[in-house]
């Protein structure tokens, strides 16, 4: 007998699983919520660190303005994801990746947790918490180990380091945006998991899929803008969904 979750997973959607060569997956914050990682939207909320909006606090305009606040923000959210682990949905999609001819990962995220689960060759839009880059020479530092206070500085050229994370007003990181577009195109079936897709230019991924054909999967408890041109919302928490496919 199936269970009433299982039910949710569409006999077409198992049948197109089952035969896909080409899969997608573009995630969100949502599929880290249930390892414990704070959402930015969603529920009706916004994320506010310190009184400011977090768009506020993670824009280039706070780099220029004020980079050792944006390291403080940024110190305090590694001190939060060293404590956690990937869960049940970041472990389903490692799993997937072997499962078919070709295989994305596209994720939004910043908090390294799809390469914990295992995860190879993810692309990362928005960059990742885990590393420095150098405002002068790009160079770019793991954090994982690093201990400092106020604004580190480069090892090669002395000038200050910042988080290699996109904020916003800030471009991507060169060829990441076009490398998740180039495999949007060729997908056959997209899974677009816990993002509210609203930031640009990551919520086109799936729009991009969808006008070349691909069936497209959402993944969330609420409703998006992209929930109307999905072919399939499935309603509910990642961490419990995502492991009924395969
Ligand atoms: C750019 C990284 C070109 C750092 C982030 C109008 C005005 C001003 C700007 C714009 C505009 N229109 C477009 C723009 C550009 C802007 C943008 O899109 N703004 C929108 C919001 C209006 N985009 C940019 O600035 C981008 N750059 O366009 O460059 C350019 C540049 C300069 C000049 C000209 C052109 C750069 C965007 C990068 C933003 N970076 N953060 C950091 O982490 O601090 S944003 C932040 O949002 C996140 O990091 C994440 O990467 C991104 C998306 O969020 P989501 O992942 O979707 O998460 P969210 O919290 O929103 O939603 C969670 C979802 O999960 C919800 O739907 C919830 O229901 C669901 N959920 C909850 N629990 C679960 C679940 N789902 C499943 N299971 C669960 N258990
Ligand atoms: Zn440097």
Sequence with gaps: MQTKTKSIVSGELQARFAQATNVLVLTGAGVSAESGVPTFRGGGKTAVWKGMPFDVISSGAMVERDLSAVWEWFNYRRGVLKRLKPNAAHEAIASWQDQFNEFSLVTQNVDGLHAAAGSRDV??????????????????????????????LCFDC???MRPDVVLFGEMLPPGA?????????SCELCF?????AVVYPAASIPEIARAAGAYIV????????????????LTGKAAEILPLLG
């Design 218 to 233: 959402e993944v969330n408890p609420e409703h998006t803008p992209l929930s109307h041109f999905c072919d399939e919302m």
């Design 192 to 196: 677009v998991v816990g993002t509210s």
């Design 177 to 185: 945006f076009e490398q998740a577009a180039g495999k949007a195109k």
């Design 123 to 152: 692309i990362e839009l928005h960059g990742n918490v885990w590393r420095a880059r150098c405002i002068s020479c790009q160079g770019q530092y793991d954090l994982r180990e690093a201990n400092f206070e106020g604004v580190p």
């Design 158 to 160: 002395g000038s200050f």
